[in-house]
């Protein structure tokens, strides 16, 4: 033992920890050190972060504000632990997300903490729509991702994904997300005729729930006018609409909500990785104050509080106080994408595709294998990034907010030679 404890390097993991492990076979070397979008392995290489911790560090690693405020509470005892009792760390959280989130753009929600990850906040969503519309159907998309407990998978597209689950997945029914058979095809008139149609063999659900912008299913990004519709057809309905805004909120998109720009007002909202700021697990769901009909306890969770989340998160929102991070990512969403488009045309023969919004896009390349090469070969060169979609067809660029014009360009320039390498060898 002592032998596997002295190893510096990857095969400790390999010899101890499950073969369910993934990110570490995409990445394999062992990290020791981070700061905002820079990752140093114990060989002292260093690495431009486009992962950041698939959305849950939006403000970067060892973010210093929140480190300060966190080493404070901790040396002052804080309370760490409290599962739903009254702390002064969550007072001050759900103080300041009332006055820097809600307030400010108009929005009443009740908040509920149900558990510290993302499939949690999901998995309360359901609950709660089912318990006040009596029904059991939930509606979500095609190529959706809405976590990995079962109520989550049950409402999530990805074959593989739900293949894990071991038992049938039921109550859920998958209708085409926006622009799934092309332009020329209006889904929103597709998902309308499907629940007025008496013989059509679906029953009208308790909710629908969608990602503004389908992270793991390929960054796939619904119209505003798309989702503006949507909330119509539930509205004229009588069904909620539930957005999971786990990976494209806190600002990913560029406002702090994804769908704000969209002017709609979801029903429930369920937030969870950056929520807690510093990598920290935390996740809320925002409810309409009309559908909070929970009694004490029918919903809980051991690690519902989180208190060093809590700290991290309400400094967090401080960045939301004005408008520098939001001009910010949406500065730097622009370089993005401009640089993606001019790729795409340099290298016609990868057939690229570039999608997404503010610090969430991709190119989704039409040779098979291509974006895991690419992805691959990245990691070699020090970039950190991830694929996203069925066939995990898109390389994906998803860095902290906070990384600066420097980086991310150094972080593309990159990317560019790996497209280039690639597209060598297929000529």
Known sequence: MRELLDKPNIS????LESEVRSYCRS???VFTQAENYKLRDVAGKEYIDFFAGAGALNYGHNNPKMKEKLIDYMMNNGITHSLDMATSAKAEFLKKFNQVILKPRGLDYKIMFPGPTGTNSVESALKLARKVKGRETIMSFTNAFHGMSLGSLAVTGNKFKREGAGVPLQHSVFVPFDKYYGEEVDTVEVIAKILDDQSSGVSIPAAIILETVQGEGGIN?????????????CKSRDILLIVDDVQAGCGRTGTFFSFEKAGIVPDIVCLSKSIGGY???MAITLIRPYLDIWKPGEHNGTFRGNNMAFVAAAEALSYWENDELYNHVEKNGQTVRLFLDKL???YP????????RGLMQGIAFGVEGLADKVC???FERGLIMETAGADNEVAKIMPPLTIDH???VKGLNILADCVKACSKELN
């Open 221 to 233: 990004v619904a119209r505003y006018e798309w989702l503006r519709r949507i909330a119509e057809l």
């Open 27 to 29: 990445f394999p070397t």
């Open 376 to 378: 691959r070969i990245a």
């Open 406 to 408: 420097e980086g991310l």
């Open 344 to 346: 795409a045309e340099k």
């Open 349 to 356: 023969n990868m057939k690229g595709q570039v999608r997404g």
């Open 12 to 15: 400790i993991f390999e010899e």
């Open 279 to 281: 990598g920290l697990p």
